[in-house]
């Protein structure tokens, strides 16, 4: 089984091409994952810092909330005491 040095040479061209493909294609992934990372944890940090907005929203709506729900307690019982007295 004799090989001719065309057949070596489309061999070695052949195993040259994966390699330098596989290597092309291993630092393209890793470029890609990294720049993915990078947003993710932007985006991460950016949804942090909304959900802490929205929850000094909800705690101020809260203390509003009990705030005027007193208030109106406090009417219905006047109210209460007038309708009582006539």
């Given at each position: 089984?004799?090989?001719?040095?065309?057949?070596?040479a489309?061999?070695?061209?052949?195993?040259?091409?994966?390699?330098v493909?596989?290597?092309?294609?291993?630092?393209?992934?890793?470029?890609?994952?990294?720049?993915?990372?990078d947003?993710?944890?932007k985006?991460?940090?950016?949804l942090?810092?909304?959900?802490e907005?929205?929850?000094?929203?909800?705690?101020?709506?809260?203390?509003?909330?009990d705030?005027?729900?007193?208030?109106v307690?406090d009417k219905?019982?006047?109210?209460?005491?007038?309708?009582n007295?006539?």
């Amino acid at each position: 089984m004799e090989f001719s040095i065309k057949d070596i040479a489309t061999i070695v061209s052949i195993i040259i091409t994966a390699i330098v493909t596989f290597f092309t294609t291993k630092h393209n992934l890793k470029d890609y994952i990294r720049d993915r990372i990078d947003e993710i944890n932007k985006d991460l940090s950016h949804l942090k810092v909304e959900n802490e907005r929205l929850k000094g929203q909800i705690t101020l709506q809260k203390q509003i909330s009990d705030m005027l729900s007193g208030r109106v307690f406090d009417k219905i019982e006047d109210i209460e005491k007038k309708i009582n007295k006539n």
